[in-house]
């Protein structure tokens, strides 16, 4: 067991010895607040959306009437095969969009509180910028 001598516990040699506690880490209020809104957008998202496709599926499977009927020069199968196109590039861009305003900060600031655990601090902060 490796022992600290008294008088060095705040060292850099002491925190280096001393692993991060993961779980500890992610029990915080943050991490689990982060976790939570990412669950609440893409869960409830992604159950819509394997939803919508099984209902194509199962359209084109078993009512072909309704899928052959002209709509606007196609189809109606073809414009809902189209929307599925749009759907998920649609989802995307959304969540794209709700990740760079909801969670990305969220994820940076627990990532530099992180490495600050992870990082002995007698060495210089080279985490703003640079090749990593």
């Known amino acids: 067991m490796n022992a600290v001598p008294p008088g060095v516990e705040g060292s850099a040699d002491a925190r280096q010895d ?3 506690d993961y779980e500890a880490f992610q029990a915080q209020p943050e991490f689990q607040e982060l976790k939570s809104r990412f669950r ?20 084109g ?6 899928m ?3 709509f606007l020069g196609m ?17 995307t861009m ?8 909801r969670l990305d900060p ?10 600050e ?9 080279t985490t703003d910028g640079g090749i990593r």
């Open 18 to 20: 001393t692993p991060i």
């Open 68 to 70: 052959a009927r002209p």
């Open 117 to 125: 655990l992870a990082a002995p601090h007698d060495a210089p902060n």
């Open 94 to 101: 959304w969540y794209v969009a709700f990740a760079n305003r």
């Open 40 to 59: 609440r957008f893409t869960f409830p998202l992604a159950v819509a959306f394997i939803l919508w496709f099984l209902a194509f599926v199962l359209l």
């Open 106 to 115: 969220a994820s940076t600031a627990l990532r530099a509180e992180l490495e």
């Open 75 to 91: 189809n109606v199968g073809l414009w809902l095969g189209l929307a599925q196109f749009i759907t998920t590039f649609g989802i």
């Open 61 to 66: 499977a078993y009512n072909h009437e309704f």
